[in-house]
């Protein structure tokens, strides 16, 4: 299983890389995803996929996504640390 990080993951490509990703979910997990906002999208694509990190690039924004995903195993990052972060995973 090959492990995907989706930078972007709430624009269009980003959104036609999950739906690939739906169709083969015995070859790939998807280990990342980062936006540049968190906003319902983005907190569904965290439930349906189980990242194990996400990167918003809004501190504000990411400290709404940490309580609205706080019953999940997710690490919320946020800046340009987070973004370091998302790269080296």
Not at 20 to 27: A, D, F, K, N
Not at 63 to 69: Q, T
Request: with cysteine.
């Amino acid at each position: 299983m090959k492990n995907i990080a989706v930078l972007g993951s709430t624009g269009s490509i980003g959104t036609q890389t999950l739906d690939v990703v739906r169709g083969h979910r015995e070859l790939f997990h998807i280990s990342v995803l980062a936006a540049n906002a968190s906003d319902e999208l983005l907190e569904k694509q965290i439930r349906e996929f189980h990242p194990g990190l996400v990167a918003v690039w809004k501190e504000e924004k990411a400290k709404e996504l940490k309580d609205r995903v706080k019953d999940l195993d997710v690490k919320v990052v946020c800046g340009m640390d987070g973004l370091l972060e998302v790269a080296t995973e």
